[in-house]
């Protein structure tokens, strides 16, 4: 039943103004002291303007950002299946945790003595993170995903350069996510595309033809980002070092292989570890990630500042560059130390799987992935042959003459409670669907989203594509008009007397 | 294992339906010898309660500031975080989100970060900020990237005044994009004059980078600055690390900068030893398509109703790839959450009272050391940080205040390696956090310490 309500709100969907709105001059949502007189040391600046702040009393805004996490989908809300990004349970003792005194309320400049704890939890997460690659060393301080790649591309940079050789071009695989070919320009290099196979990996033969004396390597991603295993990695690794290049993996999808294969016996140099996806740190609605970076021997002696040493029964922050320990660092990344809030609840989470948890889990999410694959694959149109990994991929073949777009059907997806796959990533698939469950959802809940989407393809065939050029219906809001706010940006809140 | 709802019973099923007979047959595109047929060395899976208790040694093994006076400052503050910033961060529907790429199921994230917007380039007095950016250091870096974009030049000028470490993020970040970093060196008793970095401004100078308040806590006014840097045709980045300071002072935006950037940590964001913080990145309307991070704009919904999106995604990796303003992804969601709702608390009155009592607390603090004998405390100037010259090293006072359970701010010398003549400066600050008691055992454990 449709109606127009009074007010706009809808049941439970209610409407929510801007806090700058709702705001009125006297009202606080603090109480703070009276400070006493003092002579001012703020050398004639000061401020003699508003800053323009709208006044709310706690009561407001607990209501107005409970109201705003009401027209939010987590992965508390329901079934997440997000291609790439490994939507899985992020466990509420990691945030606990994260809280802790002596934890929570450590200042990054604190003398070493005061903070051995962290400096030893820092130290035990990289243990964890390098058995578990099999690799000889690690960086803990990038701050994501992006800006550790950017490290393992610096560290190539930086031991190219100290062989004194100028090599300039890297080889990133056409599938390769955004970030890849982005960070690589930013250090300097020259990006060259290698084709993908009918079966979805990299072209052997056409990425031999393009190695030469100017490759500085590769950045490739293993599993892949069409979910499937480079099955030629280590032939690939033998190629590009037999040509004096070094081999970047991106571990975006390390959540497939964890505690069953290690990085290191693939032959790669660096690879960096997103803690938000494998490690359950939570995503945050776009944020803080946290992105370590193993390296292999080759590579390890430029990793950046700052880094933790362990030494006669202490524990030391080295944040300057010395000869004398055979270190090269290629600079600092980040103010202090890195994401520490990260390495806490990454190393809780490692804490309460162990060894057996870890290969249980990627066990459990590329049987999750496969088991989707497998009740979809004859509706759906499967973009490449065999088992897949953690995530399933699909193309719009099987939309084809529907009318339908993979867009409108993930617009019809969020209409039936769910959260929708990737779309059109990658982009070497043709309306790609990315389909990842991760290891944390029931038989059950992808029983159900699998039996909602063979519905919806149904519903698509049976010729109603005007349904889904208008899903979703039962949001709070419904498509948006992403053109016009590109056209015109609005980006803040002005007040209406200011327009 | 807690975490791992399927049962053996299921795995059963679900590799029948597959047509495999193994988990080990999925992984059959794995090289040989390569799969690794037992766990890896490291412990096995334990209840919440063990593993609770094994990281709340480490905790142990800690002195948090919490349980002591503490003055560290340098560009991480202690604040008091109210409790409704942490219980709207730990809600399920923002703490397990994605970046809202679906914004009909996200409209609760969008319109915070449009909030956090208007926020941030309210306290900069800038026209437009981005969705949050990893923290204070890459943003300064992203700056000068984005400078260097925006005047097609080759040349940052970073004053002497910039944090330490925003300057070797800025040197990292430009050493392999041929982009030449000058500057000049910094010391807390030599005040910079207002043509410090006149002659170092030239055509091919793509901005200069000064931080307000400096790293040693002095302010200064930088119109000038902004005119220099204006007639060569050079931009003037303001760095910040303090967020709570333009409560008190003048905004960056009235001296007339392109681009204000710094932390956010100060507001809403517990010291988490460093990190996860939130950089703050705003600037003028002219550059906005220039800017890297995510944006979020306002729109109509099918419906005509209001609702927000991300937008200007064209400068962005994923549609432009090798040419995109940045390689960043994600930004800094909760951090920016935790920050709009401390902001939303404080409002007017609030944010200008906070900064306030900050100051009062700095002001109180300097004249109680000023008393003790040996010390003499540097700055004319100050908001809620200066800077001190004691009689001997500082790292080592530092060291013997700690063991009183006094953490007596930052010695210069962890900051300047490199910089002997720093070795006597101790960088203090003090915040709403610091009572009067603090101040007293600080001063007094001072005494002590350099009796």
Not at chain 1, 352 to 370: E, F, I, K, T, Y
Not at chain 2, 170 to 187: F, I, K, L, N, P
Request: aromatic share 8%; with cysteine; net charge negative.
């Amino acid at each position: 039943m449709s109606f127009q309500t009074h007010t706009g709100n809808r049941g439970l969907v209610l409407e929510e103004k801007l806090i700058f709105e709702q705001g009125e001059a006297g009202r606080c949502g603090v109480d703070l002291p009276k400070p006493d007189a003092v002579k001012s040391r703020l050398g004639g600046l000061e401020r003699d303007s508003d800053v323009g702040l709208p006044g709310l009393s706690e009561p407001q805004v607990v209501r107005h950002y409970t109201r705003l996490s009401q027209k939010n989908f987590g992965i508390d809300s329901g079934f997440f299946p997000l291609g790439s990004c490994t939507m899985k349970h992020n466990p509420r003792l990691n945030e606990k945790v994260a809280r802790m005194p002596g934890l929570a309320d450590l200042h990054p400049m604190q003398p070493e003595s005061t903070v051995q704890g962290a400096l030893e939890l820092i130290d035990s997460c990289a243990h964890w993170l390098m058995v578990l690659t099999g690799m000889p060393a690690v960086a803990m301080s990038p701050a994501s995903g992006a800006q550790g790649e950017l490290c393992g591309m610096m560290a190539i940079r930086a031991a190219l350069d100290a062989r004194g050789e100028n090599r300039r071009r890297v080889l990133v695989p056409e599938s390769a996510h955004g970030t890849n070919p982005a960070t690589a320009a930013a250090c300097g290099f020259t990006v060259d595309s290698i084709p993908a196979t009918a079966d979805g990996r990299v072209d052997l033969a056409a990425f031999e033809a393009k190695l030469g004396d100017d490759v500085a390597g590769i950045m490739l991603t293993n599993p892949n980002t069409c979910g499937l295993f480079e099955r030629d990695v280590r032939k690939i690794a033998d190629l590009v070092h037999a040509a004096g290049g070094y081999f970047y993996c991106d571990g975006a999808n390390f959540n497939a292989i964890v505690g069953r294969v290690r990085p290191a016996d693939l032959g790669i140099d660096a690879m960096h570890i997103n803690l938000h996806k494998t490690f359950s740190t939570p995503h945050g609605g776009g944020g803080p990630g946290s992105g370590p970076v193993v390296f292999s021997d080759a590579l390890a002696p430029f990793a950046p500042l700052p880094y933790v040493l362990h030494k006669d029964g202490k524990f030391h922050l080295v944040e300057t560059a010395s000869e004398q320990d055979g270190k090269k660092p290629f600079g600092r990344l980040k103010g202090f130390h890195g994401q520490m809030g990260m390495f806490i609840r990454a190393l809780t989470y490692m804490k309460s799987h162990g060894a057996d948890g870890l290969r249980q889990a990627s066990g459990d999410a590329v049987l999750n992935a496969n088991y989707l694959l497998a009740r979809l694959k004859d509706k759906l149109s499967v973009a490449f042959p065999g088992y897949c990994m953690h995530e399933a991929l699909f193309d719009d073949e099987f939309l084809k003459g529907t009318g339908v777009s993979t867009l409108d059907l993930a617009k019809a997806i969020i209409d039936e409670g769910f959260h929708p796959m990737t779309m059109y990533f990658p982009l070497v698939v043709h309306g790609a669907l990315l389909v990842e469950p991760t290891e944390t959802e029931t038989k059950e809940s992808i029983d159900q989203f699998c039996d909602a989407v063979l519905s919806l393809v149904a519903k698509a065939e049976s010729g109603d594509a005007e349904f889904f050029k208008n899903a979703p219906y039962l949001t709070p809001r419904r498509r948006l008009d992403e053109t016009a706010a590109a056209r015109n940006p609005v980006l803040r809140w002005v007040p209406k007397n200011a327009e | 294992m807690r975490y791992l709802p399927l049962t053996p019973a299921d795995r059963t099923a679900m590799l029948e339906t597959i047509g495999a007979a193994s988990v080990d047959d999925l992984y059959c595109d794995v090289p040989s010898g390569a799969l690794l047929k037992e766990p890896v060395d490291l412990p096995y899976h334990q209840g919440e309660m063990q593993v609770e208790r094994e990281m709340a040694a480490l905790a142990r093994k800690n002195t948090g500031t919490a349980s002591a006076a503490s003055f560290l400052g340098a560009g991480a503050y202690r604040h008091h975080v109210p409790a409704t910033v942490d219980y709207i961060i730990q809600r399920g529907e923002f703490l397990t989100a994605y970046t809202p790429y679906q914004p009909e199921i996200a409209q609760g994230t969008l319109q915070y970060l449009f909030e956090f917007q208007t926020q941030v380039a309210s306290i900069t007095g800038m026209d437009v900020a981005n969705a949050s950016m990893w923290d204070g250091a890459t943003s300064c870096a992203e700056a000068v990237l984005m400078a260097c974009r925006a005047t097609r030049r080759k040349k940052a000028v970073l004053s002497g005044g910039l944090h330490p470490h925003y300057r070797e993020v800025t040197e990292t970040y430009c050493q392999y994009s041929d982009t030449e970093v000058a500057g000049r060196d910094g010391h807390p008793e030599h005040q910079a004059t207002t043509g410090e970095l006149d002659d170092l401004i030239d055509n091919q100078t793509a901005c200069v980078v000064v931080q307000y308040p400096d790293i040693f806590g002095r302010i200064q006014d930088h119109t000038k600055l902004a005119d220099a840097c204006h007639a060569k045709g050079a931009l003037l980045i303001v760095v910040f690390t303090e967020a709570v300071a333009f409560g008190a002072i003048k905004s960056p935006g009235s001296f007339g900068a392109d681009i204000v950037c710094g932390e956010g940590q100060s507001i809403g964001n517990a010291l988490s030893y460093g990190g996860p913080y939130v950089g703050l990145f705003a600037t003028t309307s002219k550059l906005v398509r220039q800017m890297p991070g995510r944006l979020c704009g306002e729109t109509v919904d099918q419906d005509g109703k209001r609702g927000f999106v991300l937008t200007l995604s064209t400068r962005e990796q994923h549609i432009r790839r090798e040419k995109a303003t940045s390689n960043i992804c994600t930004n800094s969601g909760l951090c920016s959450l935790a920050f709009t709702v401390h902001m939303s608390l404080l409002g007017e009155d609030g944010y200008r009272g906070l900064a306030a009592i900050n100051h009062e607390r700095a002001v109180k603090t300097a004249d109680a050391l000023a008393l003790v004998p040996g010390v003499s405390v540097v700055n004319e100037t100050f908001f809620n940080e200066f800077t001190v010259r004691l009689p001997k090293s500082a790292a080592g006072v530092v060291e013997a205040l700690a063991a009183k359970g006094v953490l007596g701010g930052v010695p210069l010398s962890r900051l300047y390696p490199n910089r002997d003549d720093l070795d006597a400066f101790l960088l203090v600050a003090a915040t709403e956090t610091n009572t009067d008691d603090d101040i007293a055992a600080f001063a007094s454990a001072l005494k002590e310490v350099l009796a």
